[in-house]
């Protein structure tokens, strides 16, 4: 059932690769009352659907960039591409119901926006809302580290910070800050997807000893080289991380990291040592360290 569902998807998506379906009044191009910074209740995910044939996607892509480039309004975005993703790729646009492109989710589907749009007003408006509505107070705690070879550890920390336990379900998108691939007029994507190697449910559960602050933690090695992507580099990777409400799978919160290499994490022990011997010059005949 499932094969002849994504078989279905990409056909429809392959018929309808053109959309262009919201018009946009002359009121919000011209005008954009939404202030700059924002105070969000978290930090909006944006999941954009899209198609290298596509070319409404040329315009969405530009603006949904320029939009993170601006950084007046707290979100992490991400690029999900049909025909180059992989199945993990194609599973979450399938998933998500995406039928044409572009097909832009806010938040895991609290907004949705289809089609191609005048301006980035639309876009806008809905990272906004997104990000103004009331969500569990969850946190994140976000270490991604470079191991060489196209393998990145990732290291992650649910906090839970309700009175009442949090089950949820949590997802990982490895990203690309500029894609290796391009859209339809020859630019490359923006933070296009690799792979979404955690897809899973997680639960914080609450206990009497520790009513708040209760914890989740997962961690995981995602090898590049084995899926194809042995030629990724530290400097153009990204991770992100967004934790989903189970009853709606409405994003709660979203954090994102660089890899940071081996040897730079040497590099800050050593450097914190250095401080301690230098405020505590005792400890070095101590430990015998000249």
Not at 12 to 41: C, H, R, W
Request: aromatic share 10%; with cysteine.
């Amino acid at each position: 059932m499932k094969k002849i569902l994504l078989a279905s998807v990409l056909a429809l998506m392959l018929v309808i690769p053109v959309a262009n379906a919201i018009d946009i009044s002359k009121e919000n191009i011209t005008e954009n009352p939404i202030s700059p910074m924002q105070e969000f209740t978290h930090t909006v995910f944006v999941e954009y659907g899209s198609l290298t044939t596509c070319g409404p996607c040329v315009i969405a892509s530009a603006q949904l960039y320029s939009i993170y480039n601006a950084g007046d309004l707290d979100f992490y975005y991400t690029t999900l591409v049909w025909d180059e993703g992989n199945l993990n790729v194609r599973g979450r646009l399938a998933a998500l119901g995406v039928v044409g492109v572009p097909d832009v989710f806010f938040d895991g589907g609290y907004k949705r926006i289809i089609g191609g749009q005048a301006s980035e007003f639309p876009y806008r408006s809905a990272i906004t809302e997104s990000g103004e509505r009331d969500v569990p107070d969850i946190d994140i705690s976000l270490d991604v580290t470079w191991l060489g070879g196209a393998k990145i550890k990732i290291d992650i920390v649910v906090v839970n910070n309700e009175v009442e336990e949090f089950n949820g379900r949590i997802r990982t998108y490895i990203v690309e800050k500029e894609s290796r691939w391009n859209d339809y007029s020859g630019n490359p994507y923006h933070y296009a997807a690799l792979d979404i190697p955690i897809d899973k449910s997680l639960a914080v559960v609450k206990t009497r000893a520790r009513p708040l602050g209760e914890t989740y933690t997962i961690s995981k090695t995602w090898r590049g080289n084995l899926l194809g992507f042995g030629n990724i580099t530290q400097e153009n990777t990204m991770v992100i991380v967004a934790i989903f409400d189970p009853d709606n799978d409405y994003v709660v919160q979203t954090a994102a990291a660089e890899p940071v290499s081996q040897i730079g994490n040497y590099e800050q022990f050593n450097l914190m040592i250095i401080k301690l011997l230098e405020r505590f010059p005792l400890l070095e005949k101590i430990f015998n360290l000249k």
